[in-house]
Nanobody
Framework: QLQFVESGGGLVQAGGSLRLSCAVS???????????IGWIRRVPGKGREGVSC???????TYIDSVKGRFAISSDSAKNTVSMEMNSLEPTDTGLYYC??????????????????????????WGQGTQVTVSS
């Protein structure tokens, strides 16, 4: 059973920056198995939207609207995935939470994940941290 602790959200003006962190406990990796970790946001009136992910092999992927502004990274020693968010826009407002999916090294998703993944694609996810960007 995975446990997630997200942090780093807050209120920021447009153009500002935040750094989100997702600490995951209970991860068990091996030579054959790893995890995709991704960030999803829930926006009132818009639903859930995948934002970014990092594959088990360490390859990051982003949706078009955040490319060049967000950067996802992982620290395997600490089982933590972070996302640096720069040039924030009011449309980035939402509840951000991380999800994890266990993947086999024989599958494509071990090497390349889809940033569009949401809850249905992950095995489990956290409660989230609120990001509010004012104009």
């Amino acid at each position: 059973q995975l446990q997630f602790v997200e942090s780093g959200g807050g209120l920021v003006q447009a153009g500002g920056s935040l750094r989100l962190s997702c600490a995951v406990s209970g991860i068990k990796t091996s030579d054959e198995w790893g995890y995709v970790i991704g960030w999803i946001r829930r926006v009132p009136g818009k639903g859930r939207e995948g934002v970014s992910c990092i594959s088990a092999s360490g390859v990051p992927t982003y949706i078009d609207s955040v490319k060049g502004r967000f950067a996802i990274s992982s620290d395997s020693a600490k089982n933590t995935v972070s996302m640096e968010m720069n040039s924030l826009e009011p449309t980035d407002t939402g509840l951000y939470y991380c999800g994890a999916a266990r993947v086999h090294s024989g599958s494509d998703t071990y090497y390349y994940c889809s940033a569009h993944w949401t809850d249905d694609n992950y095995d489990s996810w956290g409660q989230g941290t609120q990001v509010t960007v004012s104009s």
